[in-house]
């Protein structure tokens, strides 16, 4: 029962809603305890003859009129606290989604989206169950059980009943162990389909590699055996669920046992009449529901709880990105001054991955950062753009600290173009204009022709309306980069960062881009990350990292003078060209 102890801020809310439910629903118990009434009295006029056409369509009258408001009540019930339910998921669902919109990467570095899938899905579901069947059957078991045996007491015998009931505390038992058992069984149930459904996402966005590869069989053998333990996972919550049922039909059948043979002696010895054995049968009848209602009231509430404690333990963790409580205002501008002393990430804290990274880029002007794979150019983005905060240093536009300023402000000042872009599976239009739904056709356009993509675009049958599939399915590598910085660009950022975002295009379109970019953005910062030299040649300070560190520092003409890993490099890459174009040629 601590589930509803866990919901409680929830019926609190819902206090109004829930009290009328609850209340159609002591109506409809109440009213359900007519007919049998009625039965018993039409029996017992039958047997002493002593009933009229009349006295019998109005018995059969007041049957009817039961009928029709269990029909009213039952709908009224329904109403409400199915309702209620359904605005739980709506609530638990809405709250975990924008949860996951706070969270910074960390988060989605320790949890993977197909466990993150789950969570949004099935155990959303079995939390909901729990304002919607586990109020009823709890509702419906104590009030309908508890009247029914009430009118047992009252209509036929006390000592029937008591007699009767001998069976009902070994269903209380029953439901005892078995739902203690059931949570923990649910919540290893709960965490295989979160594998599972991780691995299912996992291969079907890596479909295209494992086909390449030619690794269908093993992929599948693997989840072939995710599956087989999966079910033997449910296999045990199958078990110890299909429990209740027949223990549940054991004790009625005990309950019915004992009623045919006392009962019968007590007719037999005039204590009650036939009618009053009828009734009292047809009242065993209307505690059916509720004997079996108490092994589904376990069910769906150690299942919801175990989805519960899931659920919140998301919900509980906390962003390592603080931030600060100012009223949303223009992000302050001015000059890029980075000075962190020292960066590690969270699950590699005694790894330094940036060190010293010191530089001033003035507003207006172009930085490019360049060195090898993992020396730390990504992650002086991430910081710029406060993915971690937990760096020793400070970063800062023109005078205020990044800290200081607003996440949405500051990232709303920043148009980041990875390498592996997301695209939504919508027209390249509405891709393009992601950041301003309202943007015009001429707008988009222009956007469209600094990235060079304006030309490939018109190719296309239905041109901007075309449709690019899940992740830009039906666009190549250079146009999913080329659509990324069309978008980034119709942002109008006040700093535009390219990060190794024109790794996919060949050098004639990267200089016809950085040809628009130069001229585009006179007066607005631009950082470039690249492994292709001429992507940042242009730039008014360029930046080699090396271990986190900036091993050099200065213009192209000026690096290459040096003669360090920038020259070298620059060699490297130019001799490449060159065999590459008389292979062509």
Request: aromatic share 10%.
């Amino acid at each position: 029962m601590g589930i509803f102890k866990k919901l409680g801020w929830y019926f609190k809310a819902e206090r109004k809603r829930y009290t009328l439910g609850i209340g159609f629903l002591i109506l409809t118990a109440i009213i359900n305890l007519i007919p049998p009434r009625i039965l018993g009295m039409m029996a017992d006029q039958i047997d002493t003859g002593s009933i009229t056409w009349e006295r019998f369509f109005t018995l059969i009258g007041a049957i009817l009129s039961a009928a029709i408001l269990l029909y009213l009540f039952r709908y009224l019930w329904r109403t409400q606290i199915w309702g209620g339910a359904a605005k739980l998921e709506w609530t638990m669902r809405s709250k975990l989604f924008w949860h996951f919109m706070q969270m910074d990467e960390t988060f989605y570095q320790k949890h993977r989206t197909g466990d993150l899938m789950a969570h949004a899905t099935n155990d959303l579901s079995a939390i909901q169950q729990v304002a919607g069947a586990g109020v009823l059957t709890l509702v419906d078991s104590i009030v309908t059980g508890g009247s029914t045996i009430i009118a047992m007491m009252i209509f036929v015998d006390w000592r029937l009943t008591l007699v009767a009931m001998i069976p009902m505390p070994f269903l209380a038992v029953m439901a005892r162990v078995l739902g203690t058992k059931l949570h923990d069984a649910f919540g290893h149930s709960q965490a295989a389909f979160s594998k599972l459904n991780n691995k299912t996402q996992e291969s079907i966005s890596g479909v295209k590699v494992i086909k390449t590869f030619g690794q269908e069989k093993e992929d599948t053998a693997e989840f072939d055996q995710m599956v087989d333990k999966t079910i033997q996972i449910n296999k045990r919550v199958f078990k110890l669920d299909s429990m209740f049922d027949p223990l549940t039909t054991l004790i009625i059948g005990a309950t019915y046992v004992i009623t045919i043979i006392y009962g019968g002696m007590l007719v037999a010895n005039k204590t009650i009449t036939i009618g009053q054995l009828i009734s009292f049968i047809s009242y065993i009848s209307a505690m059916v529901w509720p004997m079996f209602a108490i092994g589904r009231l376990f069910n769906v509430l150690e299942r919801g709880s175990a989805s519960y404690d899931r659920v919140m333990e998301l919900m509980n963790e906390q962003s390592l990105i603080k931030e600060v409580n100012e009223q949303p205002s223009k992000l302050a501008t001015g000059d890029l001054t980075y000075e962190v002393e020292r960066f590690a990430y969270p699950d590699e804290p005694e790894h330094t991955t940036l060190s010293n990274i010191n530089f001033t880029l003035p507003m207006g002007k172009t930085l490019g950062l360049v060195g090898r794979v993992g020396a730390g150019k990504s992650t002086i983005i991430k910081l710029l753009m406060r993915e971690f905060d937990n760096y020793t240093g400070s970063i800062k536009i023109g005078e205020k600290n990044i800290k200081d300023i607003p996440l949405d402000d500051l990232l709303h000042a920043i148009g980041y173009v990875p390498q592996n872009n997301f695209l939504f599976s919508t027209s390249i239009r509405d891709n393009i204009r992601f950041a301003n739904i309202d943007a015009e056709q001429s707008q988009v356009e222009a956007a469209a022709k600094k990235s060079a993509l304006h030309d490939d675009i018109l190719q296309f049958p239905r041109n901007y309306n075309t449709l690019v599939g899940e992740n830009g399915v039906s666009l190549s590598g250079g146009q999913k980069q080329r659509l990324a910085i069309a978008r980034a660009l119709l942002k109008d950022p006040e700093i535009l960062i390219l990060d190794d975002a024109l790794s996919a295009v060949d050098a004639k379109t990267e200089e016809t881009i950085l040809g628009h970019l130069k001229e585009d953005r006179k007066d607005a910062t631009t950082i470039i990350s690249a492994h292709r030299l001429t992507s940042v040649m242009h730039a008014d300070e360029i930046l080699v990292i090396n271990d986190g560190r900036i091993v050099e520092q200065g213009t192209h003409e000026s690096l290459l003078a040096s003669r360090g890993w920038y020259y070298e490099m620059w060699e490297k890459q130019q001799l490449e060209v060159k065999v590459g174009g008389e292979i062509d040629g």
